[in-house]
Protein backbone atom coordinates (compact mmCIF):
# COMPACT_ATOMS: atom_id res chain seq x y z
CA UNK A 1 0.00 0.00 0.00
CA UNK A 2 1.23 3.30 -0.86
CA UNK A 3 -0.84 4.62 2.15
CA UNK A 4 -1.86 8.37 1.01
CA UNK A 5 -0.18 10.23 -1.25
CA UNK A 6 0.14 13.99 -2.03
CA UNK A 7 1.32 15.54 -5.17
CA UNK A 8 3.10 18.43 -5.59
CA UNK A 9 5.41 18.18 -2.55
CA UNK A 10 6.47 21.97 -3.23
CA UNK A 11 4.49 24.76 -5.73
CA UNK A 12 4.92 28.60 -5.79
CA UNK A 13 1.56 30.42 -7.06
CA UNK A 14 1.53 34.40 -7.45
CA UNK A 15 -1.52 36.18 -6.38
CA UNK A 16 -4.64 35.44 -7.73
CA UNK A 17 -3.39 32.15 -9.61
CA UNK A 18 -5.53 28.93 -9.45
CA UNK A 19 -4.72 25.05 -8.53
CA UNK A 20 -5.66 21.84 -7.31
CA UNK A 21 -3.48 19.98 -4.52
CA UNK A 22 -4.04 15.92 -5.31
CA UNK A 23 -4.39 13.36 -2.72
CA UNK A 24 -5.25 9.95 -3.19
CA UNK A 25 -5.48 6.75 -1.00
CA UNK A 26 -5.26 2.97 -1.43
CA UNK A 27 -6.73 1.83 2.04
CA UNK A 28 -10.31 2.01 1.37
CA UNK A 29 -10.94 4.50 3.76
CA UNK A 30 -13.97 6.40 4.34
CA UNK A 31 -13.18 9.58 5.92
CA UNK A 32 -10.72 11.96 3.92
CA UNK A 33 -9.98 15.45 5.46
CA UNK A 34 -7.58 18.30 4.70
CA UNK A 35 -5.41 20.18 7.57
CA UNK A 36 -3.04 23.47 7.37
CA UNK A 37 -0.14 23.85 9.07
CA UNK A 38 1.01 27.32 10.05
CA UNK A 39 3.86 27.84 12.59
CA UNK A 40 3.17 28.26 15.76
CA UNK A 41 -0.43 27.09 14.83
CA UNK A 42 -0.59 23.42 15.00
CA UNK A 43 -2.96 21.86 12.47
CA UNK A 44 -6.31 23.14 11.57
CA UNK A 45 -9.13 21.60 9.72
CA UNK A 46 -10.18 23.09 6.13
CA UNK A 47 -12.23 20.46 4.84
CA UNK A 48 -13.59 16.95 5.05
CA UNK A 49 -15.57 13.94 3.77
CA UNK A 50 -17.44 11.25 5.24
CA UNK A 51 -17.34 8.99 1.90
CA UNK A 52 -17.76 9.52 -2.00
CA UNK A 53 -20.40 12.38 -2.79
CA UNK A 54 -19.97 14.05 0.82
CA UNK A 55 -18.39 17.02 1.73
CA UNK A 56 -17.98 19.50 4.62
CA UNK A 57 -16.48 22.57 5.69
CA UNK A 58 -14.20 22.32 8.59
CA UNK A 59 -12.89 25.37 10.71
CA UNK A 60 -11.08 27.32 7.90
CA UNK A 61 -12.50 26.83 4.56
CA UNK A 62 -12.83 30.24 2.93
CA UNK A 63 -10.86 29.98 -0.16
CA UNK A 64 -10.80 26.57 -0.64
CA UNK A 65 -13.21 24.12 -2.62
CA UNK A 66 -13.16 19.88 -2.53
CA UNK A 67 -15.07 17.31 -4.25
CA UNK A 68 -15.30 13.82 -3.42
CA UNK A 69 -16.41 11.32 -6.69
CA UNK A 70 -14.27 8.69 -5.74
CA UNK A 71 -13.31 7.04 -2.12
CA UNK A 72 -9.55 7.63 -3.62
CA UNK A 73 -9.37 10.78 -4.06
CA UNK A 74 -10.10 14.03 -2.47
CA UNK A 75 -8.75 16.95 -4.06
CA UNK A 76 -7.70 20.65 -2.44
CA UNK A 77 -8.94 23.54 -5.07
CA UNK A 78 -7.45 27.26 -4.17
CA UNK A 79 -9.69 29.22 -6.36
CA UNK A 80 -7.80 32.38 -6.22
CA UNK A 81 -4.68 32.14 -4.10
CA UNK A 82 -3.67 34.66 -1.56
CA UNK A 83 -0.59 35.25 0.49
CA UNK A 84 -2.93 34.19 3.42
CA UNK A 85 -2.81 30.60 2.07
CA UNK A 86 0.97 30.10 2.22
CA UNK A 87 1.54 27.16 4.43
CA UNK A 88 2.26 23.70 4.58
CA UNK A 89 -1.28 21.45 3.51
CA UNK A 90 -1.66 17.76 4.79
CA UNK A 91 -4.62 15.49 3.70
CA UNK A 92 -5.16 12.65 5.67
CA UNK A 93 -7.74 9.73 6.03
CA UNK A 94 -9.22 7.11 8.08
CA UNK A 95 -10.79 3.76 8.42
CA UNK A 96 -13.55 5.31 10.83
CA UNK A 97 -16.60 6.61 8.72
CA UNK A 98 -16.97 9.03 12.21
CA UNK A 99 -13.29 10.36 11.90
CA UNK A 100 -12.47 8.90 15.32
CA UNK A 101 -9.90 6.74 14.71
CA UNK A 102 -6.38 7.50 13.75
CA UNK A 103 -5.97 9.44 10.99
CA UNK A 104 -3.04 8.77 8.75
CA UNK A 105 -1.47 11.86 7.17
CA UNK A 106 0.20 12.15 4.06
CA UNK A 107 4.04 13.99 3.32
CA UNK A 108 2.68 17.33 2.85
CA UNK A 109 2.64 19.80 0.04
CA UNK A 110 4.09 22.97 1.02
CA UNK A 111 2.66 25.94 -0.47
CA UNK A 112 3.87 29.64 -1.34
CA UNK A 113 2.02 32.33 -2.53
CA UNK A 114 3.60 35.93 -3.20
CA UNK B 1 -16.24 24.19 21.35
CA UNK B 2 -13.27 21.94 22.11
CA UNK B 3 -9.45 23.00 23.12
CA UNK B 4 -6.37 21.55 23.44
CA UNK B 5 -3.41 23.24 25.31
CA UNK B 6 0.08 22.22 25.15
CA UNK B 7 1.83 24.78 27.16
CA UNK B 8 5.22 23.64 26.66
CA UNK B 9 6.47 25.77 23.00
CA UNK B 10 9.81 24.28 23.28
CA UNK B 11 12.05 21.58 25.56
CA UNK B 12 15.81 20.79 25.78
CA UNK B 13 17.34 17.91 27.50
CA UNK B 14 19.61 16.41 27.14
CA UNK B 15 19.85 12.39 26.07
CA UNK B 16 18.95 9.76 28.33
CA UNK B 17 17.08 11.97 30.84
CA UNK B 18 13.16 11.54 30.70
CA UNK B 19 10.54 14.23 29.62
CA UNK B 20 7.33 14.88 29.95
CA UNK B 21 5.13 16.68 27.73
CA UNK B 22 1.79 17.59 29.03
CA UNK B 23 -1.40 18.22 27.15
CA UNK B 24 -4.45 19.67 28.63
CA UNK B 25 -7.98 19.74 26.89
CA UNK B 26 -11.55 21.18 26.95
CA UNK B 27 -14.69 19.74 25.84
CA UNK B 28 -18.45 19.62 26.59
CA UNK B 29 -18.90 16.30 25.19
CA UNK B 30 -18.80 12.82 27.23
CA UNK B 31 -17.10 11.10 24.23
CA UNK B 32 -14.45 12.00 23.14
CA UNK B 33 -10.90 10.55 21.85
CA UNK B 34 -7.18 12.06 22.18
CA UNK B 35 -4.59 11.55 20.19
CA UNK B 36 -0.79 12.23 20.07
CA UNK B 37 1.17 12.49 16.53
CA UNK B 38 4.90 13.15 16.04
CA UNK B 39 6.36 15.49 13.44
CA UNK B 40 10.09 14.84 13.09
CA UNK B 41 12.34 17.13 10.90
CA UNK B 42 11.40 15.40 7.66
CA UNK B 43 7.76 16.96 8.41
CA UNK B 44 5.61 13.81 7.89
CA UNK B 45 3.09 13.07 10.79
CA UNK B 46 3.61 9.75 12.50
CA UNK B 47 0.63 8.85 15.03
CA UNK B 48 1.26 7.07 18.45
CA UNK B 49 -1.44 6.68 20.30
CA UNK B 50 -4.90 7.05 20.08
CA UNK B 51 -7.32 6.74 23.44
CA UNK B 52 -11.45 6.70 24.21
CA UNK B 53 -12.61 9.30 27.29
CA UNK B 54 -13.92 5.96 28.75
CA UNK B 55 -10.44 4.13 29.12
CA UNK B 56 -8.39 5.67 31.93
CA UNK B 57 -5.98 3.11 31.86
CA UNK B 58 -1.92 4.40 31.23
CA UNK B 59 -0.17 2.96 28.32
CA UNK B 60 3.08 2.25 27.82
CA UNK B 61 5.08 1.40 24.66
CA UNK B 62 8.82 0.39 24.96
CA UNK B 63 10.45 4.02 26.29
CA UNK B 64 7.00 5.90 25.81
CA UNK B 65 4.17 5.74 27.87
CA UNK B 66 0.96 8.00 28.15
CA UNK B 67 -1.16 9.31 31.29
CA UNK B 68 -4.85 10.02 30.78
CA UNK B 69 -6.62 11.90 33.70
CA UNK B 70 -9.68 12.56 33.13
CA UNK B 71 -10.22 14.65 36.79
CA UNK B 72 -7.11 17.14 35.36
CA UNK B 73 -8.79 16.80 31.55
CA UNK B 74 -4.85 15.85 30.85
CA UNK B 75 -3.32 13.04 28.44
CA UNK B 76 0.31 13.72 29.12
CA UNK B 77 3.28 11.91 27.25
CA UNK B 78 6.39 10.81 28.92
CA UNK B 79 9.67 9.71 26.92
CA UNK B 80 11.37 7.22 29.18
CA UNK B 81 15.32 7.61 28.47
CA UNK B 82 15.30 10.02 25.54
CA UNK B 83 17.41 9.94 22.73
CA UNK B 84 18.28 12.04 19.63
CA UNK B 85 15.59 10.37 17.07
CA UNK B 86 12.86 11.57 19.51
CA UNK B 87 13.56 14.97 18.40
CA UNK B 88 10.79 16.02 16.76
CA UNK B 89 7.38 18.16 17.66
CA UNK B 90 4.66 16.22 19.64
CA UNK B 91 1.25 17.38 18.71
CA UNK B 92 -1.72 16.46 21.15
CA UNK B 93 -5.00 16.51 19.50
CA UNK B 94 -8.72 15.80 20.16
CA UNK B 95 -11.76 14.57 18.75
CA UNK B 96 -15.37 14.64 20.48
CA UNK B 97 -18.90 14.16 19.53
CA UNK B 98 -20.00 13.07 16.20
CA UNK B 99 -16.17 12.91 15.55
CA UNK B 100 -16.47 13.69 12.01
CA UNK B 101 -15.47 17.32 12.06
CA UNK B 102 -11.71 16.56 12.45
CA UNK B 103 -9.12 16.31 15.34
CA UNK B 104 -8.34 20.16 17.19
CA UNK B 105 -4.84 19.77 17.68
CA UNK B 106 -2.93 21.62 19.96
CA UNK B 107 0.35 23.74 19.25
CA UNK B 108 2.66 21.34 19.81
CA UNK B 109 5.98 20.96 21.33
CA UNK B 110 8.86 21.18 19.92
CA UNK B 111 11.66 18.58 21.34
CA UNK B 112 14.92 19.04 21.68
CA UNK B 113 17.37 15.89 22.55
CA UNK B 114 21.11 16.97 22.66
CA UNK B 115 23.77 14.27 22.38
Known amino acids: NAGVTQTPKFQVLKTGQSMTLQCAQDMNHEYMSWYRQDPGMGLRLIHYSVGAGITDQGEVPNGYNVSRSTTEDFPLRLLSAAPSQTSVYFC?????????????FGPGTRLTVT | AQKVTQAQTEISVVEKEDVTLDCVYE???????LFWYKQPPSGELVFLIR??????QNEISGRYSWNFQKSTSSFNFTITASQVVDSAVYFCALTSGGGADGLTFGKGTHLIIQP
Open chain 2, 51 to 56: RNSFDE
Open chain 2, 27 to 33: TRDTTYY
Open chain 1, 92 to 104: ASSYWRSGRGEQY
